[in-house]
């Protein structure tokens, strides 16, 4: 088969994580469109066979060879203690750019303060084998049973603690459960299967992914500022200006005008503009970006 007619067999998150993932593929320049009811969504490149499968099951498949690559949390390749490859990672998560966190929680006015107190207790959770090697990493023994969801509704009747998995807390704030410590922090990796990564062609395929997703997510923080301003007022406006690198300045027509542009972190333009305006800029635009390759 040449290299024209190849694939790369990719696995992507359904759940919680698919419509976060279809939108950084296509702002890295790939198109998903997929069914209500098919796993076998189509991407506008010939060289991606991909499958929709839920997050906690791609680093088995990954692993094992039935895919090739794969889009899954660092918390379920630990879960599942995948041997595989992990390329980049992609900081992103069901509500926004952030680590998602599986957390040790009981019910307020439980007396357990850490996990030492699980001591011959009985914790639910989705997440088996990382509460098993957390506890035993803390040289505890409790009961870990496999949770099917609700867990949260589980304390207190019929378990003592859960671990669960949690953006901001609230769910668990409103189940009357209070966090007692965090077992793992996760974010979002690009992974492949070993095999897979020795492939020359497989290889440049992921690392092409890989540049331009991260690069995606590199954009979804950073903006294009763009002004002008007298040739005299530079120095002092670049010093303003906390730029991913140092800022471009073109001479305009006019001898004495120069156009300044720079990428900067979207957080500081609302600081920054009356800054620039108040030194020299005039003309000042904010303009959204699509990816930043560093």
Not at 89 to 117: H, M, N, T
Request: negative net charge; hydrophobic residues 45%; proline residues 4%.
């Amino acid at each position: 088969m040449s290299n024209t007619e190849r694939q790369l067999v990719l696995g992507l998150p359904k759940g919680s994580l698919q419509e976060s993932t279809f939108m950084i593929f296509k702002k890295a320049g790939f198109n998903i469109r997929t069914s209500s009811r098919s796993y076998l969504p189509t991407i506008d490149d010939p060289a991606l066979d991909s499958r929709l499968i839920r997050a906690q099951e791609i680093s088995r498949y990954v692993e094992h060879g039935v895919l090739d690559a794969g889009i899954t949390g660092h918390d379920w390749i630990v879960e599942n203690a995948s041997d595989v490859v992990e390329v980049c990672e992609l900081l992103y998560a069901k509500q926004g750019f952030r680590p998602v966190r599986w957390v040790l929680a009981v019910p307020e006015q439980s007396a357990i303060q850490s996990v030492k107190d699980l001591e011959g207790k009985r914790v639910a959770t989705e997440a088996v084998g990382l509460t098993e090697r957390y506890l035993a990493d803390n040289g505890v023994n409790a009961t870990v049973e496999f949770s099917w969801g609700a867990t949260e509704v589980k304390c207190p009747e019929l378990v003592d603690a859960i671990v669960e998995l949690t953006e901001t807390g609230s769910s668990l704030r409103a189940n009357n459960l209070r966090i007692v410590e965090t077992v793992i922090e996760s974010t979002t990796r690009f992974i492949v299967n070993r095999t897979a990564w020795e492939d020359p062609w497989k290889r440049a395929k992921v690392e092409q992914l890989a540049l331009l997703l991260t690069g995606a997510l590199a954009a979804e923080s950073n903006v294009l500022l763009k002004m002008n301003a007298k040739a005299g007022d530079v120095e002092v406006l670049t010093g303003i200006l906390p730029s991913l690198h140092a800022p471009t300045v073109n001479h305009l027509q006019e001898t004495d005008w120069v156009a300044i542009e720079t990428v900067v972190e979207e957080k500081v333009v609302r600081e920054i503009i009356p800054q620039l305006k108040k030194a020299g800029a005039e003309g000042i635009i904010e303009l959204p970006l699509n990816k930043v390759i560093a």
